[in-house]
C-alpha cells in the first residue's frame, strides 16, 4: 500500500480515469511539453491575425488611424476579458482540460469563418489589401461575419490561456520537490511558447499580409490552429487534473452576504470557535487555510448563531451556506481582497503593452522600410520585442543574474515577484519616452506632400523602443503569473490566471477610453488631434509621453500596494502561514 501510494502523486491530481494520478504514467515534463507545443501554435494561429489587425482595419475595411487603434483595443480588450470566462469554467464545471479542448475548437472554427469571408466577400476587388492599396467599401453583411470570426476568435484565444496554463502547472507535483521546481519553471516556458509561436506570426505570415495575401496567412493560421487542438488531444491519458469545485463566484459571494447577515454580531475575538468542516464532512481533495487576522469583518461569516442551521426532513441540521460559511471560505476571499491592489497596478502598465501592436504599427508604417528592393513589414518589428522578451526570459537566471553578481562581487539574490514588476514599470517608462523621442525624430524627416504619410526615417529606430518593452514584459508578464499562481487557494488556481491576465483586458479598454478622450481633446476647432488620420500633421509623441507619465504614476502607487502586501505577508509568517494544512 505504502509503495502505491509512494508511486503516486501527493497534491490530490487524479488521472483520466479519477483515479489518484500515478507519477511515471502521466504529468511531468513530457504532458507538459505537449501543452507548450499546443499553446504555441495557438499563440501562432492567433497572432497570424492579431499583429496586422490594424492595417487590415485601414487597407481593407477602410478605417482611419484613430478608428483602427481604438477597435483594436477594444478588441484586445474583449480578448483578455474572455481569460476571466475560461477561469471560470475550469475551476467550477468543465475542468482545465475540457476547457481547452472546448475553446480551441472554438478558434478553429473562428479562423474557418474569417478565412472564408476574406476570401470570398472583404478581399474586392482582387490584389487589394497591401499598403496604399485599399479595397472596395463593404456591405453590411459582410462586416459582420467578419465582427463575428474575429471576436469568436478572441472568446477562443482568450478563454484558453488561464485554462492551459494552470493544466500545465499541474503536471508537477508540488509535494515532491524535484518536481516543484520544474513547475515554477513552467511558466516562464509558457510565456515564451506563445512568443515562439507569435515570433513565426510576426514575421512570415506579415510579410504574406503586407503583400495583400491575407487569405494565404489566414488559412495557415487555421491549419496552425487544427494542429494545435491535435496535440491538446494526442496528450488525453496523460495529463493530471484536479476534479472541479464547483462554483467559486457562489463560494466568495456566500461569505459576503454571511458577512452582512450578521453585521450586528461582534466579530469573534477567539478563531478557535470559528466554523469549519471536520473529519468525514471534509473534502478530501479541498486543502483548508488557517485563520488570519485581517480583514475580520469578514469572519462573522464562519461564526455560527442558532439562525444558520437548516432543520432537514430527517431531523438533522446542515449549515446555510448563505449564513453561515467555513474559514477556508473566509479566506479565499481575504486571498482575492489581498491581491486586488496588485492587480489594479498592473491594469495601468497593460496600456504601454497594447501600443506595441497598435500605434507602435501605425508609426513603423509612416518610417521608411525599404532595404534595399525589400520592404519591411511595419509589424514584423514586433519581433524585437518577442526575441527581447523570450532571450530575456532564458537567460535571466542562467546567466544574466551570476554574470552580473560575478562583476559586483556580491552575492546577489533574485528578485521576488513584486520586485521584478516593479522593475518592469520602470523599463516601461524607459521605453515609452524612447518611443515619443522617435517619433518626434521622425516628423523632422516627415513628407512634405500633405497626402503622404511617410518619412526618411528608417524604420530600425524603432527596435530600441521594442526591446525596452519586450523586457518590461518579461519582468511584468511572467512575474505575475507566478505570484498570482502561488498567492491564489488552489481551489481557484485558474481563476487567479484569470485574475492576472484579465489585467490586460481593462488596460486595453483604457489605452481606448484614454485615446477617445485624447482625440476629443486635441481636435477641437479643426486641429487634426494627436493622433491624426495622417501621423505627419499630429503629435503621436505626445500620446507615448503620456503613457509614461501615466506609468510612472502607476509605479508610484505599485510601490505602495507592493509594501502593505509585503507587511501582511510578514504578519502572516510571524503567526501562522496562510497556505498551509490545517492537519
Not at 399 to 409: E, F, G, N, S, W
Not at 415 to 420: F, H, K, S, T, V
Not at 516 to 539: F, Y
Amino acid at each position: 500500500m505504502d509503495g502505491l501510494e509512494d508511486a503516486c502523486t501527493k497534491d490530490g491530481t487524479i488521472d483520466y480515469h479519477g483515479k489518484p494520478a500515478h507519477k511515471r504514467k502521466t504529468g511531468g515534463w513530457n504532458s507538459a511539453i505537449l501543452l507548450l507545443v499546443s499553446e504555441g501554435l495557438a499563440a501562432l494561429a492567433f497572432t497570424g491575425v492579431e499583429v496586422n489587425m490594424v492595417l487590415f482595419s485601414k487597407t481593407v475595411l477602410r478605417q482611419s488611424n484613430a478608428d483602427a487603434a481604438n477597435n483594436f483595443s477594444r478588441w484586445m480588450g474583449t480578448l483578455n476579458i474572455c481569460t476571466l470566462l475560461g477561469a471560470f469554467l475550469s475551476d467550477s464545471y468543465l475542468g482545465r482540460y475540457l476547457t481547452c479542448v472546448v475553446f480551441q475548437a472554438v478558434l478553429l472554427i473562428a479562423l474557418v469563418i474569417l478565412s472564408i469571408s476574406s476570401q470570398e466577400i472583404l478581399l474586392k476587388p482582387e490584389g487589394c489589401g497591401k499598403i496604399g492599396k485599399t479595397c472596395d467599401e463593404h456591405s453590411g453583411i459582410g462586416l459582420a461575419i467578419f465582427y463575428i470570426s474575429i471576436y469568436l476568435l478572441a472568446l477562443g484565444s482568450g478563454s484558453i490561456e488561464p485554462a492551459l496554463a494552470t493544466l500545465g502547472a499541474e503536471q508537477f507535483d508540488e509535494e515532491d520537490p524535484e518536481e516543484n521546481r520544474s513547475k515554477s519553471k513552467f511558466f516562464s516556458y509558457f510565456y515564451v511558447a506563445l512568443n515562439m509561436g507569435s515570433l513565426i506570426a510576426e514575421t512570415v505570415l506579415v510579410y504574406l499580409e503586407n503583400l495583400g495575401k491575407w487569405v494565404l496567412a489566414f488559412w495557415i493560421s487555421t491549419i496552425c490552429g487544427l494542429f494545435g487542438l491535435a496535440f491538446l488531444l494526442s496528450g488525453t491519458c496523460r495529463y493530471r487534473h484536479y476534479r472541479p469545485t464547483g462554483n467559486p463566484l457562489a463560494r466568495l459571494c456566500q461569505v459576503f452576504v454571511a458577512s452582512v447577515r450578521k453585521i450586528k454580531v461582534k466579530s469573534p475575538s477567539q478563531e478557535d470557535i470559528l466554523y469549519e468542516v471536520q473529519g468525514r464532512h471534509a473534502k478530501d481533495d479541498t486543502k483548508r487555510i488557517n485563520h488570519t487576522d485581517d480583514f475580520r469583518f469578514l469572519d462573522r461569516a464562519a461564526f455560527l448563531t442558532s439562525s444558520d442551521m437548516i432543520v432537514l426532513p430527517d431531523k438533522t441540521q446542515k449549515p446555510n451556506p448563505w449564513r453561515l460559511c467555513t474559514v477556508t471560505q473566509v479566506e479565499e476571499v481575504k486571498c482575492i481582497i489581498r491581491l486586488l491592489p496588485i492587480w489594479f497596478c498592473t491594469i495601468i502598465a497593460s496600456i504601454v503593452f497594447v501600443q506595441v501592436l497598435s500605434l507602435f504599427v501605425e508609426q513603423g508604417a509612416a518610417m521608411d522600410t525599404k532595404i534595399g528592393n525589400f520592404n519591411i513589414p511595419p509589424a514584423s518589428m514586433t519581433a524585437f520585442d518577442i526575441i527581447s522578451t523570450s532571450t530575456f526570459i532564458i537567460c535571466y537566471e542562467s546567466i544574466i543574474v551570476p554574470l552580473y553578481a560575478k562583476i559586483t562581487k556580491t552575492k546577489l539574490k533574485l528578485p521576488d515577484e513584486l520586485q521584478r514588476i516593479g522593475i518592469g514599470l520602470v523599463v516601461s517608462i524607459i521605453g515609452m519616452t524612447i518611443a515619443g523621442l522617435v517619433e518626434q525624430h521622425r516628423l523632422q524627416f516627415a513628407s512634405t506632400d500633405d497626402a503622404r504619410e511617410t518619412s526618411t526615417l528608417s524604420i530600425f529606430w524603432q527596435t530600441p523602443q521594442y526591446v525596452l518593452v519586450g523586457i518590461a514584459e518579461a519582468f511584468i508578464y511572467v512575474a505575475q503569473w507566478e505570484f498570482f499562481a502561488s498567492q491564489i487557494p488552489d481551489s481557484l488556481k485558474s481563476l487567479g490566471l484569470g485574475l492576472s491576465m484579465s489585467s490586460s483586458a481593462i488596460g486595453s479598454y483604457l489605452c481606448s477610453g484614454l485615446l477617445t478622450v485624447v482625440m476629443k481633446i486635441t481636435s477641437k476647432h479643426g486641429m487634426p488631434g494627436w493622433i491624426a488620420p495622417n501621423l505627419n500633421d499630429g503629435h503621436m509623441d505626445r500620446f507615448f509621453f503620456l503613457s509614461a507619465a501615466l506609468t510612472a504614476f502607476d509605479l508610484v502607487l505599485f510601490v505602495m500596494c507592493a509594501k502593505w502586501y509585503k507587511q501582511k505577508e510578514t504578519d502572516k509568517r510571524n503567526r501562522t502561514t496562510e497556505t498551509s494544512v490545517v492537519p
